[in-house]
T-cell receptor, first 112, second 115 residues
Framework: RKEVEQDPGPFNVPEGATVAFNCTYS??????FFWYRQDCRKEPKLLMS???SGNEDGRFTAQLNRASQYISLLIRDSKLSDSATYLC?????????????FGKGTTLSVSS | DADVTQTPRNRITKTGKRIMLECSQT?????MYWYRQDPGLGLRLIYY???????NKGEISDGYSVSRQAQAKFSLSLESAIPNQTALYFC??????????????FGPGTRLTVL
């Protein structure tokens, strides 16, 4: 099982649609979880952290299920500007400290 | 000004050449990272440094070396570039700040082509 696994998509949705991305991770010891957004040929940028209780930031909702080792991102009322690749990220502990493991990303295309 | 800068932004070089990619940050973070990104493979960690005296190999360090010259500077070297090192390279930084531990901030990337 890959450390972080995402459906690569692409997800093609019309403006105003609701879309959900899923992610699974293999290391039960992981404690930090994030969604990053990456526009084409640009650097990844933090979209939101994911907390056990679930968290919401405007049209974006992230949820974590530790028992199932599953993370989700819900985007409501999709905008054209939401078109991007969304990266699921978890941390991994090692002897030197912690490192982040990035999923390969899920591509979203929102059309008018 | 950007918090994390990378130079050069684009570089074309030939097989066998030595090249250096540089990263500077003004965020005051102790931790710095180098990643490469290839289509279909996602971001892969090359090296990381948790402070000036600490250097650690990532998952794909072969063919690369790094130098942490100061808290704010972390450079990546390809001693003898080969074509399969053609990729988009990102530098990132992170600090520990309460609940935002581990959040990484990326530079704009260096697009490297090895002919």
């Amino acid at each position: 099982r890959k450390e972080v696994e995402q459906d690569p998509g692409p997800f093609n949705v019309p403006e105003g649609a609701t879309v959900a991305f899923n992610c699974t991770y293999s290391n039960s010891a992981s404690q930090s979880f994030f969604w990053y957004r990456q526009d084409c040929r640009k650097e990844p940028k933090l979209l939101m952290s994911v907390y056990s209780s679930g968290n919401e930031d405007g049209r974006f909702t992230a949820q974590l299920n530790r028992a199932s080792q599953y993370i989700s991102l819900l985007i409501r009322d999709s905008k054209l500007s939401d078109s991007a690749t969304y990266l699921c990220v978890v941390n991994r502990f090692n002897q030197a400290g912690t490192a982040l493991i990035f999923g390969k990303g899920t591509t979203l295309s929102v059309s008018s | 000004d950007a918090d994390v800068t990378q130079t050069p932004r684009n570089r074309i070089t030939k097989t066998g050449k030595r090249i250096m990619l540089e990263c500077s940050q003004t965020k005051g973070h102790d931790r710095m990272y180098w990643y490469r990104q290839d289509p279909g493979l996602g971001l892969r960690l090359i090296y990381y440094s948790f402070d000036v005296k600490d250097i650690n190999k990532g998952e794909i360090s072969d063919g690369y070396s790094v130098s942490r010259q100061a808290q704010a500077k972390f450079s990546l070297s390809l001693e003898s570039a080969i074509p399969n090192q053609t990729a988009l390279y990102f530098c990132a930084t992170s600090g520990i700040s309460g609940g935002a531990a581990d959040t990484q901030y990326f530079g704009p990337g260096t697009r490297l082509t090895v002919l």
